[in-house]
Structure formats: C-alpha cells, structure tokens
C-alpha cells in the first residue's frame, strides 16, 4: 500500500488549503484514514480522522476550521483547512488503515506566514 500526500504549501494566516491522500496497491480492507501533523521540535499528532462510512474526529485545535472528507471510490481522503494559523505551521503525514497494519505517506509542508 502506497499513500500519496499532496496540497501543502505556503500561505498566510486566514488563508487555506487542501490536502489530498491518495492511496494505492493492495488497498482491499481500506478502512479508516487520517492526518497528522508534525511540527518541529513537537511531537506528531491527531489532527483529524475519518472512518470508511464517513464518520469523523477531529482534534480541538482543528474544530470548525478543518474539515475532513474521503472519496472511497478513489481510496482518497481530504483535508480542508481554513481560517489557518501560524501554529497550523507543521509537516502534515497522511495515514491509512488497511486491515490490521498502518500506513504513513511521505508528508507534506504546510507554512502558515504572513
């Protein structure tokens, strides 16, 4: 199973951005799909979550600004960030569950600077 992370970049704070997740390969028993983020000298965390028939989980700091969403005909899942923040500044990694193992994309920067 290969995970393939796009839509990061720079932006200034107010703004947003959405990533995508794609996945690919053995992807039968795809279930749930996630983002995570990792900012420097921090540790990686739950930004938000979402199962194969839609529910979602968010972490309080992405409540009513993120929103998460999947596509399971494309085995994709996406992230829609808005009002974002500096502290929103961090390496976003993408992780799917497929059956009993996990899975992490390659990550991708998101820079929230005026």
């Known amino acids: 199973v290969q995970l393939q992370a796009s839509g990061g970049g720079l932006v200034q704070p107010g703004g947003s951005l959405r990533l995508s997740c794609t996945a690919s390969g053995n992807t039968f028993g795809l279930s749930n799909m996630g983002w995570f983020r990792q900012a420097q000298e921090k540790q990686r965390e739950l930004v938000a979550s979402?199962?194969?028939?839609?529910?979602?989980a968010y972490a309080d700091s992405a409540k009513g600004r993120f929103t998460i969403s999947r596509d399971n005909v494309k085995n994709t899942a996406y992230l829609q960030m808005n009002s974002l923040k500096p502290e929103d500044t961090a390496v976003y990694y993408c992780n799917a569950q497929v059956r009993i193992k996990g899975y992490w994309g390659q990550g991708t920067q998101v820079t929230v600077s005026s």
């Open positions: 979402i199962t194969s028939g839609g529910s979602a």
